[in-house]
């Protein structure tokens, strides 16, 4: 079965608002059993290199529900080994994603069917892409910019959203409802 850009694009959830939006209860509604994170702007700023209280009061909540897991194209061990390590979460980096490698890595080691877990991540042309490409549950949320404002709302980014209209790809989530926080 060939699928078109469209379909590897769209994601299966769009979170309005950041990953901290993603609740226990709809992580139990899709039936998720895992999560794979991107790191950076999905968990942290570019610029920062630690965890939020925010955050690490969202992972201790959650991880009581789901297993998790970092995965990041991001090359710093130090960087993303100190944000893991603040968060005491397993991780993969310089994963190269929409490379699915680290991912299916994750998935083997979680133990888990691809379907049962979600991929989040704040680019339609890393995360979701390579999320869809494994059968997994795609989430994409809205990035982490400032350090200074981990919860203030951004706008998915315009470029990604041009590029995908012109690939055929309205970022509308596959069950066409947007999770409303």
Same mark, same amino acid.
């Given at each position: ?18 990953? +901290? $939006? ?34 690490? $009061?969202? &992972? ?32 993969? +980096? ?39 490409? +494994?059968?997994?549950?795609?989430? +994409?949320?809205?990035?982490?910019? @400032? ?6 709302? @951004?706008? &998915?980014?315009?470029?990604? &959203? ?16 947007? @999770?409303?926080?």
């Amino acid at each position: 079965m060939s699928m078109t850009w469209n379909n590897f694009l769209q994601p299966d959830l769009i979170l309005e608002g950041s990953i +901290l $939006q993603l609740s226990t209860e709809t992580i139990q509604q899709y039936g998720l059993k895992g999560l794979v994170l991107d790191v950076d702007e999905t968990l942290v700023p570019f610029t920062v290199d630690t965890a939020s209280p925010e955050l690490k $009061q969202w &992972v201790e909540e959650i991880r009581s529900h789901v297993d998790l897991w970092l995965v990041s194209n991001n090359l710093s061990e130090a960087r993303i080994g100190s944000i893991a390590r603040s968060l005491n979460l397993p991780y993969y +980096l310089g994963a190269a994603k929409p490379s699915r490698r680290k991912i299916r890595a994750a998935l083997q080691a979680m133990s888990l069917p691809a379907a049962q877990v979600g991929m989040v991540g704040d680019r339609l042309f890393t995360d979701v892409l390579a999320g869809n490409r +494994l059968g997994m549950f795609t989430i +994409l949320v809205e990035p982490i910019v @400032h350090p200074d404002a981990a919860l203030r709302s @951004h706008p &998915v980014r315009n470029f990604e &959203v041009w590029i995908s209209e012109i690939l055929g790809a309205s970022i509308t989530p596959k069950q066409s409802k947007i @999770h409303k926080s």
